[in-house]
């Protein structure tokens, strides 16, 4: 084996070794299947069903299949995207409310000098 091969292999080794405990799946070893499969954070999570209007979940398959990441991540990232922009959206309301006084004021100081 070559050094940087075994040195990957050291590395994961040692990875595994102090890693916390990791949930196994049994319900599939139990259906007969041959290994049981890793179970994720993620997976564990609360779950939330949202009904999605069919062309907006073909829209959603379409993205992930070109993304090539799960309909869920798609999800999830939009979700992200929305809400930050949604953040973005108040501050920038909020710049230009403050910058409109700031206008009108040297307008009317402006005004007073003339």
Request: net charge positive; proline share 3%; charged share 30%.
């Amino acid at each position: 084996m070559n050094p940087i091969a075994q040195e990957a292999l050291e590395r994961s080794k040692t990875k595994v070794d102090s890693a916390e405990p990791v949930q196994l799946d049994q319900s599939k070893a139990q259906k007969g299947h041959r290994k049981a499969r890793r179970v994720s954070a993620s997976q564990q999570a609360d779950k939330f069903f949202a009904r999605l209007p069919d062309d907006l979940r073909t829209r959603l398959e379409a993205r992930s299949k070109s993304d090539e990441m799960s309909m869920n991540s798609v999800l999830v990232c939009a979700l992200k995207n929305y809400l930050g922009g949604r953040d973005e959206q108040s501050l920038i309301l909020e710049s230009l409310v403050l910058l409109k006084k700031q206008l009108q004021n040297s307008v009317s100081d402006a005004s007073k000098v003339s």
